[in-house]
């Protein structure tokens, strides 16, 4: 069964960097892309951004470029999402998602449990 | 960006009473080169991921119960609970994936 089991809770301070790991299993990894969705406490969903899992591939929202950074590692089959520069209203739950085909415009299947990144002096 | 929004923010509905859910986007997410709207639905519960109930606007999940469906075209969409069930309680988002910034919707909660 497709799971995405990502890495822990977080507290970072003002400035710092976060880097949250995907761990993808029961699927071909490279076929399919991850998206990056955060969601800040009590608020909706916001989309980072698009990673192909095939060729590195990305594509980013507007609002986060120059301060994110999506890549894969095929050979563990992980995705990290590197968020820089992190400020205060950074504070939110940051989800993986698996693409449902390989291109960027597809919805997400499978979520995974999510990773509470806390920005906080 | 194309901006999602949803009515209403929230809704009380009976058990086995329908709750339709509408979503509109700024601009269509109807793609003319294949008919494809590119419209999901998601449910979430509190302390869950959101669930992939409905893509390409009225394709149902697999898995997902028959008394969740899609429809709408172009820039209107609806989310209906044929027949309201206890673990339905949750918020409800639409998305758009026409184009990047994918986006979704502000959340409709229904409760009991």
């Known amino acids: 069964q497709v799971q995405l089991v990502q890495s822990g809770a977080e507290v970072k301070k003002p400035g710092a960097s976060v880097k949250v790991s995907c761990k993808a299993s029961g699927y071909t990894f490279t076929n399919y892309g991850i998206n990056w969705v955060r969601q800040a406490p009590g608020q909706g969903l916001e989309w980072m951004g698009w990673v192909s899992a095939n060729n590195g591939n990305t594509n980013y929202a507007q609002k986060f470029q120059g301060r994110v950074t999506m890549t894969t590692d095929t050979s563990t089959t992980t995705v990290y999402m590197e968020l820089r520069s992190l400020r205060s209203d950074d504070t939110a739950v940051y989800y993986c998602?698996?693409?449902?085909?390989?291109?960027?415009?597809?919805?997400?299947?499978?979520w995974g449990q999510g990773a509470l990144v806390t920005v906080s002096s | 960006d194309i901006v999602m929004t949803q009515s209403p923010d929230s809704l009380s509905v009976s058990l086995g009473e329908r709750a339709t859910i509408n979503c509109k986007s700024s601009q269509s997410v109807l793609y003319s080169s294949n008919n494809k709207n590119y419209l999901a639905w998601y449910q979430q519960k509190p302390g869950q991921p959101p669930k992939l109930l409905i893509y390409w606007a009225s394709t149902r999940e697999s898995g997902v119960p028959d008394r969740f469906s899609g429809s709408g075209s172009g820039t209107d969409f609806t989310l209906t609970i044929s027949s309201l069930q206890a673990e339905d309680v949750a918020v409800y988002y639409c998305h758009q994936y026409y184009s990047t910034p994918f986006t979704f919707g502000p959340g409709t909660k229904v409760d009991i």
């Open positions: 998602a698996k693409g449902a085909d390989s291109g960027t415009w597809y919805y997400s299947d499978y």
